[in-house]
């Protein structure tokens, strides 16, 4: 270790849960340049999770895509093959990223397994989850290799209109980067992925780890849900919006008693928990003990950003399994996580928190 990095560490020793910016204005220096002195300590397993304090056993390892996020939202109805006067804004984003970092802002331990490339995009991607509390010691750095970019474009209401992604950094990750870090994901409390992994990667980390490992996924899309719905009975909770559902259950959904059929089929197939995500109308959950819940909060009046909900709903899920939570209570934290998502420009909401949630539950509880 060098000096600076010593001194870093001793402060953190005796006040573990100090912020970056706390640290910088004791030492005289940026808080990016804290924020690197931390990475460097991570990198050399001195300092692991956000807190700095290794709860060994308790964390969550995220397994998944991490990207930039351009998002562009119009003012006016979009006018189709012309220039539309908007808003833009850019972020870290990819579904497991997300997750990771909505689970970190909640005070959770995770570590994140993802490729990046090794250009400006890679720089802003590792800071940022760095300056989130994400353990970023175990990613793939593929040089020559851009690193994945989702762009959006929002409505005037702040509902997605079209979006494009390019996640092929994260098909360079391979079955043997990911028995490299065996010991890493054995040891964590639950995993969570998403269905970019390379086929071969996602297949082997069902086989490996769904036996002793509860292990979530988030679908993201009609296309990457198709992907694993032959898998879909590995996995221990999953998170499909209402057309993934159709396509993990190979129905068409018309009507309640659809969705409650279609859930069921993909019950059957051996995952344990489902929740559906509907939207404004809330979520139904469903589970092979015979279980079911439907439930909704107010929503919101002006929403902003539609993009991060469901991997702020998400990590709510994971942040409740991990503490223990009831299902009522569970539902209640992922419903007003997607509401403090949706109330702010960025992907991620910068606010998040228990006490966010909490406040959510008292002023939107139908």
Same mark, same amino acid.
């Given at each position: 270790?060098?000096?600076? !990095?010593?001194? /870093?560490?001793?402060?953190?020793?005796?006040?573990?849960?100090?912020?970056?910016?706390?640290?910088? !204005?004791?030492?005289?220096?940026?808080?990016?340049?804290?924020?690197?002195?931390?990475?460097?300590?991570?990198?050399?397993?001195?300092?692991?999770?956000?807190?700095?304090?290794?709860?060994?056993?308790?964390?969550?390892?995220?397994?998944?895509?991490?990207?930039?996020?351009?998002?562009?939202?119009?003012?006016?109805?979009?006018?189709?093959?012309?220039?539309?006067?908007?808003?833009?804004?850019?972020?870290?984003?990819?579904?497991?990223?997300?997750?990771? !970092?909505?689970?970190? *802002?909640?005070?959770?331990?995770?570590?994140? /397994?993802?490729?990046?490339?090794?250009?400006?995009?890679?720089?802003?991607?590792?800071?940022?989850?760095?300056?989130?509390?994400?353990?970023?010691?175990?990613?793939?750095?593929?040089?020559?290799?851009?690193?994945?970019?989702?762009?959006?474009?929002?409505?005037?209401?702040?509902?997605?209109?079209?979006?494009?992604?390019?996640?092929?950094?994260?098909?360079?990750?391979?079955?043997?980067?990911?028995?490299?870090?065996?010991?890493?994901?054995?040891? =964590?409390?639950?995993?969570?992925?998403?269905?970019?992994?390379?086929?071969?990667?996602?297949?082997?980390?069902?086989?490996?780890? =769904?036996?002793?490992?509860?292990?979530?996924?988030?679908?993201?899309?009609?296309?990457? &849900?198709?992907?694993?719905?032959?898998?879909?009975?590995?996995?221990?909770? &999953?998170?499909?919006?209402?057309? !993934?559902?159709?396509?993990?259950?190979?129905?068409?959904?018309?009507?309640?008693?659809?969705?409650?059929?279609? &859930?069921?089929?993909?019950?059957?197939?051996?995952?344990?928990?489902?929740?559906?995500?509907?939207?404004?109308?809330?979520?139904?959950?469903?589970?092979?003990?015979?279980?079911?819940?439907? *439930?909704?909060?107010?929503?919101?009046?002006?929403?902003?950003?539609?993009?991060?909900?469901?991997?702020?709903?998400?990590?709510?899920?994971?942040?409740?399994?991990?503490?223990?939570?009831?299902?009522?209570?569970?539902?209640?934290?992922?419903?007003? &996580?997607?509401?403090?998502?949706?109330?702010?420009?960025?992907?991620?909401?910068?606010?998040?928190?228990?006490?966010?949630?909490?406040?959510?539950?008292?002023?939107?509880?139908?």
């Amino acid at each position: 270790m060098t000096p600076r !990095e010593r001194e /870093i560490l001793e402060i953190i020793r005796k006040k573990p849960t100090i912020e970056q910016s706390e640290l910088a !204005e004791m030492l005289g220096i940026t808080r990016s340049s804290v924020a690197v002195h931390i990475a460097n300590l991570q990198k050399k397993g001195c300092l692991l999770g956000r807190g700095y304090i290794v709860n060994e056993g308790n964390y969550v390892v995220g397994i998944g895509a991490a990207n930039v996020d351009v998002h562009g939202r119009s003012k006016k109805a979009i006018s189709l093959h012309d220039s539309n006067p908007g808003h833009m804004n850019t972020s870290s984003g990819g579904v497991t990223r997300n997750v990771s !970092e909505n689970f970190a *802002r909640l005070g959770g331990d995770v570590k994140l /397994i993802t490729a990046v490339g090794d250009d400006v995009y890679a720089d802003k991607i590792m800071a940022e989850c760095i300056s989130a509390g994400i353990d970023m010691s175990n990613i793939l750095k593929v040089k020559n290799h851009a690193s994945s970019t989702y762009i959006s474009v929002l409505d005037e209401k702040g509902d997605m209109f079209v979006a494009l992604s390019d996640m092929s950094v994260l098909h360079t990750m391979s079955v043997d980067f990911l028995h490299s870090k065996n010991n890493i994901i054995k040891g =964590s409390r639950l995993i969570t992925c998403d269905p970019g992994l390379p086929p071969a990667v996602m297949e082997e980390i069902l086989n490996l780890y =769904s036996g002793t490992i509860p292990i979530f996924v988030d679908t993201v899309s009609k296309a990457y &849900a198709s992907t694993i719905s032959g898998l879909i009975g590995k996995f221990h909770t &999953a998170k499909p919006n209402l057309m !993934e559902t159709e396509v993990l259950s190979g129905m068409t959904i018309r009507n309640k008693t659809d969705l409650y059929k279609a &859930a069921d089929k993909i019950l059957d197939k051996g995952l344990k928990r489902i929740f559906v995500s509907l939207g404004a109308d809330g979520c139904l959950y469903m589970d092979r003990d015979g279980n079911r819940i439907e *439930r909704k909060l107010r929503p919101v009046e002006n929403m902003v950003n539609a993009t991060g909900a469901g991997d702020a709903f998400t990590a709510a899920l994971i942040y409740s399994y991990v503490n223990g939570f009831d299902i009522d209570k569970t539902i209640d934290y992922a419903l007003a &996580a997607g509401v403090a998502a949706v109330s702010h420009e960025r992907t991620i909401n910068p606010n998040m928190s228990v006490s966010l949630l909490e406040k959510i539950l008292k002023e939107r509880r139908i």
